[in-house]
C-alpha cells in the first residue's frame, strides 16, 4: 500500500456543537469526553477518520467547554486509542453566523436542494465564507507535505480545494466528498459567486457525489458556467488552469455490521420502557420516522400521507401508531423555525382529529435518544418511512435496514434520495408528494404477506451491508491512491 493511506489530513466543515456535526471534545478534569453527534457527515465519518492516523481539522465555535492546551488547538481522539488527531479551528460568533447559518446554509444548501426561493444572500456571508475557507486551507498548509493526502468533506468548503491546491507541493493530492446533491444548471444559475464556487471545486484532483446524476449535473454545470474549463463527459473528468479533476460517484453506506449488533442486542425491557414512556400500546403495529427538522425531508408530506390513511383505512384506527422522532437543527435559520412549527402544529392537528382516550396516531418527540433505544426502536418498527423531498443519500433508510435483523419489516423510501438509487425497488416506492399513492403504500406495507416483506427484507441487507461504510472508503481511497501514485510517478519522470 502507498504510504499516502497512512498520512491523511481531513477537512470537516462540520461545528463541534450543532445538532448536525462534530465531536465534543470536553476535558473533565484530567480526561476527555468524546460524546457522538447527530448527523449523517460527522456520524458516517468518524469511524473512516478512526481508522487512520491523520488530523481531522474541523470548527469550534469558541464557547470554552473546552480548553485545549497545545498550542495548535489539537487532541487525540478518542482519548483512549488515540485513532486521530482533532484540531479546533476557534470561529467567533459573527464567523459562524456568517460562514455557517449564512453562505453554507442560507445559500448553499437550498440552492443544491433545487430550493431557490429560500436562498438567502445576506451582504458579508460570502465574504465570510471565503475567510473561513482559507483558515481551513492554512491549517491544511500547516500539516501538509509532499507525500500527503487531504480529504475535504462537504459544502462548507467549496473554495478551500483551490487555496489549498495552489499552496501545498503538487505531489499532495486533494479529494472532497460532496454530501449533498449537485442541482441543475437552471437552478445553480441561481448560485451567488457560482463562477467562484466552480472554480474552487476544481480545484480538487478528485471530487466524489452519492450518485451519478449529481455528478453529471457538476459537469454540465462546469462546461456551462466555467469558461476555460474542457469537460470529458465519458470519463468524468475536468481540465482547467493546468490541472485535471475526475469526478466520481461513490454511494455512501453505513456501518452495517455495529447496527445489527446493537439491534440483536436491544433489549425487550429496553423497549417495553421505551413505549411506556412515550405511551405508545405495546398492541399497535409500529410505523418509524426519524430526521432532522430540515425542509427537505418532506415531514409535512409523510404526516399528510398517515393522516389519508387513516381516512382511508379507519380499520387501522388503534391499531397502528407512527412514532416520528425528530431532531431540531439550524434553528437560528427562519426557515427552519417555522418548519418546525409547521410540523408540530401538523401532529396536534391529526392526533386531534383521530386520538382516543388510550391511543394516538402520532407519537411525536424531540428528545435526543441514545444509540440502544435507537436500535431498539429500528428493529421492532414494522415500517420505517423515509421520505425526502430531496436526499443527497439518507443513510436512516440504510441504518433501518441493518437493523432490521428480523427480516420482519418494510422500508417506504422516496423516490428521490440517493438511497432510492442503490436501493432501488426492493423498498416500497413513494413519490413523497403523492398523498394518496403514499397512503396507499403504507397500507400496502402494514398488510404485506411476512414472505414477501422477508424477501424485500433480505435482498435490501445484502445491499446495505455489500455498501457499507468500509467499502465506500476503499472505493474513495483506491481512487485516491491512484490519483497520487499518478502523481508522483508524473513528478519523478
Ligand atoms: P443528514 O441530512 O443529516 O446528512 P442522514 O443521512 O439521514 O441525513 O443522516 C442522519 C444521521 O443522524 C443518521 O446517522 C441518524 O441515525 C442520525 N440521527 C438523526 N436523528 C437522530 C436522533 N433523533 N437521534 C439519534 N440519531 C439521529 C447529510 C446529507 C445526507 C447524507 C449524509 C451523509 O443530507 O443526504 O446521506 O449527509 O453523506
Given at each position: 500500500?502507498?504510504?499516502?493511506?497512512?498520512?491523511?489530513?481531513?477537512?470537516?466543515?462540520?461545528?463541534?456543537?450543532?445538532?448536525?456535526?462534530?465531536?465534543?471534545?470536553?476535558?473533565?478534569?484530567?480526561?476527555?469526553?468524546?460524546?457522538?453527534?447527530?448527523?449523517?457527515?460527522?456520524?458516517?465519518?468518524?469511524?473512516?477518520?478512526?481508522?487512520?492516523?491523520?488530523?481531522?481539522?474541523?470548527?469550534?465555535?469558541?464557547?470554552?467547554?473546552?480548553?485545549?492546551?497545545?498550542?495548535?488547538?489539537?487532541?487525540?481522539?478518542?482519548?483512549?486509542?488515540?485513532?486521530?488527531?482533532?484540531?479546533?479551528?476557534?470561529?467567533?460568533?459573527?464567523?459562524?453566523?456568517?460562514?455557517?447559518?449564512?453562505?453554507?446554509?442560507?445559500?448553499?444548501?437550498?440552492?443544491?436542494?433545487?430550493?431557490?426561493?429560500?436562498?438567502?444572500?445576506?451582504?458579508?456571508?460570502?465574504?465570510?465564507?471565503?475567510?473561513?475557507?482559507?483558515?481551513?486551507?492554512?491549517?491544511?498548509?500547516?500539516?501538509?507535505?509532499?507525500?500527503?493526502?487531504?480529504?475535504?468533506?462537504?459544502?462548507?468548503?467549496?473554495?478551500?480545494?483551490?487555496?489549498?491546491?495552489d499552496s501545498v507541493p503538487a505531489t499532495a493530492t486533494v479529494a472532497h466528498f460532496w454530501h449533498i446533491p449537485w442541482p441543475s444548471p437552471a437552478t445553480f444559475r441561481h448560485c451567488p459567486a457560482g463562477n467562484r464556487i466552480l472554480e474552487g471545486l476544481v480545484g480538487n484532483d478528485l471530487l466524489g457525489f452519492h450518485v451519478g446524476t449529481y455528478a453529471d449535473r457538476f459537469l454540465n454545470c462546469v462546461d456551462r458556467y466555467?469558461?476555460?474549463?474542457?469537460?470529458?463527459?465519458?470519463?468524468?473528468?475536468?481540465?482547467?488552469?493546468?490541472?485535471?479533476?475526475?469526478?466520481?460517484?461513490?454511494?455512501?453506506?453505513?456501518?452495517?455490521?455495529?447496527?445489527?449488533?446493537?439491534?440483536?442486542?436491544?433489549?425487550?425491557?429496553?423497549?417495553?420502557?421505551?413505549?411506556?414512556?412515550?405511551?405508545?400500546?405495546?398492541?399497535?403495529?409500529?410505523?418509524?420516522?426519524?430526521?432532522?427538522?430540515?425542509?427537505?425531508?418532506?415531514?409535512?408530506?409523510?404526516?399528510?400521507?398517515?393522516?389519508?390513511?387513516?381516512?382511508?383505512?379507519?380499520?387501522?384506527?388503534?391499531?397502528?401508531?407512527?412514532?416520528?422522532?425528530?431532531?431540531?437543527?439550524?434553528?437560528?435559520?427562519?426557515?427552519?423555525?417555522?418548519?418546525?412549527?409547521?410540523?408540530?402544529?401538523?401532529?396536534?392537528?391529526?392526533?386531534?382529529?383521530?386520538?382516543?382516550?388510550?391511543?394516538?396516531?402520532?407519537?411525536?418527540?424531540?428528545?435526543?435518544?441514545?444509540?440502544?433505544?435507537?436500535?431498539?426502536?429500528?428493529?421492532?418498527?414494522?415500517?420505517?418511512?423515509?421520505?425526502?423531498?430531496?436526499?443527497?443519500?439518507?443513510?436512516?433508510?440504510?441504518?433501518?435496514?441493518?437493523?432490521?435483523?428480523?427480516?420482519?419489516?418494510?422500508?417506504?423510501?422516496?423516490?428521490?434520495?440517493?438511497?432510492?438509487?442503490?436501493?432501488?425497488?426492493?423498498?416500497?416506492?413513494?413519490?413523497?408528494?403523492?398523498?394518496?399513492?403514499?397512503?396507499?403504500?403504507?397500507?400496502?406495507?402494514?398488510?404485506?404477506?411476512?414472505?414477501?416483506?422477508?424477501?424485500?427484507?433480505?435482498?435490501?441487507?445484502?445491499?446495505?451491508?455489500?455498501?457499507?461504510?468500509?467499502?465506500?472508503?476503499?472505493?474513495?481511497?483506491?481512487?485516491?491512491?491512484?490519483?497520487?501514485?499518478?502523481?508522483?510517478?508524473?513528478?519523478?519522470?
Amino acid at each position: 500500500t502507498s504510504d499516502a493511506a497512512s498520512r491523511r489530513s481531513g477537512g470537516g466543515g462540520g461545528p463541534p456543537t450543532e445538532a448536525d456535526g462534530g465531536i465534543h471534545a470536553k476535558p473533565n478534569e484530567r480526561s476527555i469526553t468524546v460524546d457522538e453527534p447527530t448527523g449523517g457527515l460527522t456520524a458516517g465519518l468518524d469511524p473512516v477518520v478512526k481508522k487512520t492516523d491523520g488530523t481531522w481539522i474541523a470548527w469550534g465555535d469558541g464557547d470554552a467547554d473546552f480548553e485545549v492546551t497545545d498550542e495548535e488547538n489539537c487532541v487525540a481522539v478518542p482519548p483512549d486509542e488515540e485513532a486521530y488527531t482533532l484540531r479546533r479551528l476557534d470561529l467567533s460568533e459573527e464567523a459562524v453566523d456568517s460562514y455557517y447559518y449564512g453562505f453554507s446554509n442560507r445559500v448553499l444548501w437550498p440552492l443544491c436542494h433545487g430550493f431557490p426561493d429560500l436562498i438567502a444572500d445576506r451582504p458579508t456571508d460570502f465574504d465570510w465564507y471565503r475567510t473561513v475557507n482559507e483558515q481551513f486551507a492554512d491549517a491544511v498548509g500547516d500539516h501538509a507535505d509532499d507525500d500527503s493526502v487531504i480529504w475535504l468533506q462537504d459544502y462548507h468548503l467549496a473554495l478551500a480545494p483551490r487555496m489549498i491546491r495552489d499552496s501545498v507541493p503538487a505531489t499532495a493530492t486533494v479529494a472532497h466528498f460532496w454530501h449533498i446533491p449537485w442541482p441543475s444548471p437552471a437552478t445553480f444559475r441561481h448560485c451567488p459567486a457560482g463562477n467562484r464556487i466552480l472554480e474552487g471545486l476544481v480545484g480538487n484532483d478528485l471530487l466524489g457525489f452519492h450518485v451519478g446524476t449529481y455528478a453529471d449535473r457538476f459537469l454540465n454545470c462546469v462546461d456551462r458556467y466555467l469558461s476555460g474549463a474542457t469537460v470529458d463527459r465519458a470519463r468524468r473528468t475536468i481540465r482547467y488552469d493546468g490541472g485535471m479533476t475526475r469526478i466520481v460517484a461513490t454511494p455512501m453506506g453505513v456501518d452495517a455490521a455495529a447496527y445489527d449488533r446493537d439491534a440483536r442486542s436491544a433489549s425487550v425491557d429496553r423497549l417495553s420502557s421505551l413505549f411506556d414512556t412515550y405511551g405508545i400500546p405495546e398492541t399497535t403495529a409500529i410505523g418509524l420516522g426519524l430526521d432532522r427538522l430540515d425542509y427537505t425531508k418532506g415531514i409535512p408530506e409523510r404526516l399528510l400521507a398517515i393522516e389519508r390513511f387513516f381516512e382511508q383505512h379507519p380499520d387501522w384506527l388503534g391499531a397502528f401508531t407512527f412514532v416520528q422522532k425528530a431532531t431540531p437543527s439550524r434553528t437560528d435559520i427562519e426557515a427552519y423555525e417555522q418548519y418546525g412549527e409547521h410540523v408540530r402544529s401538523e401532529v396536534t392537528r391529526i392526533n386531534r382529529r383521530f386520538e382516543t382516550a388510550d391511543w394516538q396516531p402520532i407519537v411525536y418527540t424531540e428528545d435526543v435518544l441514545p444509540r440502544e433505544d435507537l436500535c431498539a426502536l429500528y428493529r421492532h418498527a414494522d415500517v420505517m418511512v423515509v421520505s425526502p423531498l430531496v436526499d443527497g443519500m439518507n443513510l436512516v433508510a440504510q441504518e433501518y435496514v441493518a437493523a432490521s435483523v428480523d427480516s420482519d419489516s418494510a422500508l417506504l423510501l422516496s423516490d428521490r434520495t440517493g438511497a432510492h438509487e442503490r436501493l432501488g425497488s426492493h423498498a416500497l416506492t413513494i413519490d413523497p408528494t403523492d398523498t394518496d399513492g403514499f397512503a396507499h403504500q403504507l397500507e400496502r406495507a402494514l398488510s404485506m404477506s411476512q414472505y414477501e416483506r422477508s424477501r424485500r427484507m433480505n435482498t435490501l441487507r445484502q445491499r446495505v451491508f455489500n455498501g457499507d461504510i468500509e467499502s465506500w472508503m476503499d472505493t474513495q481511497f483506491d481512487w485516491i491512491r491512484r490519483i497520487h501514485e499518478n502523481a508522483h510517478e508524473t513528478t519523478s519522470r
